[in-house]
């Protein structure tokens, strides 16, 4: 079969590689349709050892496909069967599996491979975050119940209520995908960005106003959104430090800041700790998501929740995605579904 292996920062290659064969527990897939994503655009730029491990690695994380064959155990996957699954699962065993934090697995190897003809989804995957589909959702808009399942985690870490004000600290894929999630808890939302098409896709899903970080300060824009009070939360969807401090100052006094886009290893954040104490602010870290979220995410997809159509702005072969991402690495491109021949 023909799948895109990583071998190092902006080494990606289409190879001939034996199609496998499930084991106990275990179903193999063929990709219907496969996303690429930010996550992926940096892990190709500069590597990335949580989402990578040691390469050569398979490459892609977001898909969709049919059931070709299932391993003892999990016959009730049978052939043909529309599924999603997700790039990881609990282990059940670890310490902070046993108190429901399962994102901080200690055994957590995330599952990639998606830019592929198939792949075999291992058994804790199985049990836990393979889904069947109905026979009439599109692929492409079911393989994107991995980063909403991210996004909703969010949203809950983040105790988001009716009627709260909250901003958005940029304006990419991920930042749409939490736009929906807190249109969906009711939240009044404001997306902050570079690019104004970026911005006018924002309007489209649902924003209650935009603002361009190139033509005004965030915090004093968010402080005139919010008649001088400043949001109740900030979710800072970037991922570089810089705009972690940016997010930090926007946040109203006994507000919330959720840190969820996810920076380099290394990087460092100056904190004013006087306003942290005394304005006594919440920050916290989300990356991730559970069974239970990404179940939350196929099921708002079903009933199509999301705008789809506004997240995923093409289709290219498997045979193109070397190139793709070499063109497009400085980009930010919205997700392009990736379907194989």
Not at 2 to 14: D, T
Not at 36 to 57: E, I, M, N, W
Not at 100 to 111: E, F, G, I, V
Not at 152 to 164: F, N, T, W, Y
């Amino acid at each position: 079969m023909k799948a895109v292996i990583f071998f190092g920062p902006k080494e990606i290659r289409l190879m001939d590689v034996p199609v496998p064969r499930p084991g106990p527990g275990e179903v193999l897939l063929k990709i219907g349709a496969a996303l690429t994503c930010g996550t992926d655009f940096k892990a190709y730029r500069q590597g990335h050892k949580v989402l990578l491990g040691d390469p050569p690695s398979p490459f892609g994380h977001e898909l969709a496909g049919t059931v070709v064959e299932s391993g003892a155990g999990a016959e009730a996957f049978t052939a043909g069967m529309r599924a999603v699954a997700a790039n990881s699962a609990p282990c059940d065993r670890c310490f902070f599996c046993r108190r429901a934090q399962t994102p901080l697995c200690d055994h957590l190897k995330l599952l990639n491979g998606a830019y592929a003809q198939y792949l075999l989804v291992p058994a804790h995957i199985v049990k836990h975050n393979l889904h069947p589909l109905d026979a009439g959702m599109d692929l492409r808009v079911a393989a994107l119940a991995e980063p909403l399942a991210c996004a909703l985690h969010a949203v809950d870490a983040m105790s988001v209520e009716r009627g709260e004000r909250i901003a958005i600290l940029g304006a990419g894929n991920m930042s749409l995908l939490l736009l929906s999630a807190l249109k969906a808890r009711g939240a009044c939302v404001l997306v902050m960005g570079r690019g104004p098409r970026r911005l006018e896709l924002a309007r489209k899903a649902g924003a209650d106003e935009t603002a361009s970080i190139l033509e005004t300060d965030p915090r004093k824009a968010s402080r005139k959104w919010t008649e001088g009070v400043g949001p109740d939360c900030v979710f800072e969807a970037v991922g570089r430090a810089d705009a972690w401090e940016t997010a930090l100052s926007m946040a109203r006094k006994g507000g919330r800041v959720c840190l969820f886009g996810g920076c380099a290893s290394g990087a460092r954040v100056e904190v004013d700790a006087h306003r942290v104490h005394y304005e006594q602010l919440t920050l916290r870290g989300v990356f991730h998501h559970t069974p239970e979220y990404f179940r939350r995410a196929v099921e708002l997809l079903s009933k199509s929740g999301v705008p789809a159509d506004l997240l995923i702005e093409g289709q290219i072969a498997l045979e193109e995605v070397p190139e793709y991402f070499r063109k497009m690495q400085d980009r930010s491109p919205l997700k392009t579904a990736v379907v194989p021949a």
